[in-house]
């Protein structure tokens, strides 16, 4: 069952319009060049399950308190004058954003209602943001907070449901950075130098780019799954004790204190299991994992990816043990970290943005004709890290599914939420079978804790 | 050889510089972990430290003991790296 409340949209000193950032340019043509329509790509959920009844009231009070219910209502795409960067816009109308309340008769906090699931938001007919409450019999419920990833990151997302907790709290922590710096109009001769070392840039990360995602790439997408299908998820966690005992075998292990890389190799080498169980010939994997440029401890940017990319690639023969895929991966990291080439991404992000996203899309995924990525590989470190209570309503977990898109039709995200991890499949159904599903669940377990390895 | 206070004090004005957001206020004794400090941003540290102090830090030294607080790593750094 479903019922609409309807926020009525205000402006509060919030600007009418600002610039694409590089990272929302790379979302948007991304997805226009090279993902099929359905299921909606892109599309992210930050997931709150709370130990009490939220009131849907007192969550519009608290967001219109924020000041940005314009933008989460009208916020789109638009690009004034051809070749000029293209913005967000809020267009004016007075269009209240909706909360959604579902009650549902079964307890299951982790089984999402279909309605919630297939929640459409657009960055082309608003909105692009929409609120879930979930009502469960036992009196508790979830807010699922769904954006379209062009216009949001995951951290942003976490910024802005901690900014409507404390202001719906009185608490008042400081005004957020909403928004990234104003641009500056001035063209000058130092401009156009500085385009030109970013031009240098550019062209070094789009080389690394190319190198890393040659084919062939392995991939558990068939050509059918093009067609579209529904998103599945599939959740499963670790508790405090469990995670300490993976925290510890990431410790001792090659990987040391780089805790990304030993989930990212856990994840290859399970995934791997299942495509060597498909019989398929061997390949290479590749996975671009993003990183958040803000700096640590930053109020903002709440509005618009501040992301950045490492690039990874795994050949056949890397895989033969976690030690090794480990010692290759680390190897990747610093190299890439050392040639500032997260750095040469965010340039080449910026400076297609004036370009049709054709061209973006073209140089991005023409080479491997769409196939960037064996998967989609995202840990964005500690959850929710100031959202131990959501507007007085203690916080059991909070989690994010991920956006997901053909291809690869597979993306996995490893949440940590006060001491325990917990994982999510997302996929596009069909692209993995309920026995393929539980040999990658149970293959991750093992290899997380290196039972399975060297 | 460089001496405790200056490696620590150049490593916090690096991470004052290049990682911490604008008014994060910290000292060399502060938990890397409480700062917010991934495995990214102790790479970039450990690449800094090697740009200018001219120092690898070898792996065996990157114990969570040592990478707690900058304190904990200079002093790692003093005492066990040649050159430190």
């Not at chain 1, 130092?190 to 190198?211: C, D, E, G, M, P």
């Not at chain 1, 956006?403 to 596009?428: D, T």
């Not at chain 2, 004090?9 to 917010?36: H, K, M, Q, W, Y």
Request: aromatic residues 10%.
């Amino acid at each position: 069952m479903s019922r609409e409340v309807d926020i009525q949209a205000s402006s509060n000193n919030i600007p009418g319009y600002v610039r694409l950032t590089g990272g929302d340019f790379f979302n948007l043509a991304m997805e226009l060049g090279t993902a099929s329509p359905t299921p909606p790509a892109n599309i992210c959920r930050l997931i709150l399950h709370l130990d009490g009844h939220l009131d849907a009231r007192l969550l519009r009070e608290a967001v219109r308190n924020t000041g940005t219910e314009d933008w989460l209502a009208n916020a789109r795409w638009s690009r004034p004058i051809p070749f000029f960067i293209p913005r967000w816009k809020v267009n004016g109308s007075k269009n209240g954003f909706l909360i959604h309340e579902n009650n549902i008769n079964e307890e299951g906090p982790r089984e999402l209602p279909r309605s919630v699931l297939s929640r459409k938001v657009s960055p082309f007919s608003p909105p692009a943001f929409a609120f879930d409450i979930i009502y469960y019999p036992s009196g508790k419920s979830s807010l699922v907070f769904t954006w379209h990833h062009a216009l949001m990151d995951a951290r942003g997302a976490e910024m802005l449901l901690t900014y409507i907790d404390r202001l719906g709290n009185g608490k008042g922590t400081g005004q957020p950075i909403l928004f990234d710096r104003p641009p500056t109009l001035k063209e000058d001769v130092s401009t156009w130098l500085r385009f030109l070392v970013r031009s240098y840039f550019a062209r070094k990360a789009i080389h690394t780019a190319a190198r890393y995602c040659r084919a062939p790439i392995a991939t558990i997408e068939t050509t059918e799954l093009r067609r579209g299908k529904d998103q599945g998820y599939r959740i499963f966690s670790f508790d405090r004790e469990e995670t300490a005992l993976i925290d510890h075998a990431c410790i001792r292990s090659v990987a040391n204190f780089r805790i990304s890389i030993h989930y990212l190799a856990a994840t290859i080498r399970a995934l791997d299991k299942v495509i060597y169980s498909r019989g398929c010939k061997p390949a290479a994997y590749v996975v671009p994992v993003p990183q958040d440029t803000r700096k640590r401890g930053s109020l903002g940017p709440v509005f618009g990816n501040q992301i950045t990319f490492l690039f990874f690639r795994a050949e056949q023969e890397d895989i033969s043990s976690m030690n090794r895929l480990v010692r290759v991966l680390v190897k990747q990291m610093t190299d890439q970290i050392r040639g500032m080439t997260p750095e040469s991404f965010t340039t080449t992000m910026e400076l297609f943005r004036n370009l049709p996203m054709g061209i973006f899309s073209l140089q991005a995924a023409g080479p491997t004709k769409g196939q960037i990525a064996s998967l989609f590989f995202s840990f964005p470190g500690e959850t929710c890290p100031d959202l131990d209570n959501f507007l007085n309503i203690p916080v059991l977990e909070a989690l994010h599914l991920p956006p997901v898109s053909v291809p690869p039709g597979l993306s996995i995200i490893f949440n940590r939420y006060r001491g325990g991890i917990s994982i999510v499949l997302s996929f596009v159904e069909g692209c993995l079978d309920p026995e393929e599903l539980d040999l990658l669940e149970v293959s991750i377990r093992k290899e997380l804790m290196n039972e399975d390895s060297h | 050889m460089y001496s405790i206070e200056i490696i620590s004090s150049e490593i916090c004005d690096f991470l004052r510089t290049n990682v911490l957001a604008e008014g994060v206020s910290f000292d060399e004794n502060t938990p890397l972990s409480l700062l917010g400090i991934d495995s990214f941003s102790i790479i970039e540290m450990l690449l800094f430290i090697e740009r200018r102090f001219n120092i690898i830090v070898p792996e065996s030294e990157l114990t969570p003991d040592n990478l707690k607080s900058v304190a904990a790593l200079a002093r790692c750094i003093q005492i066990n790296v040649p050159g430190g």
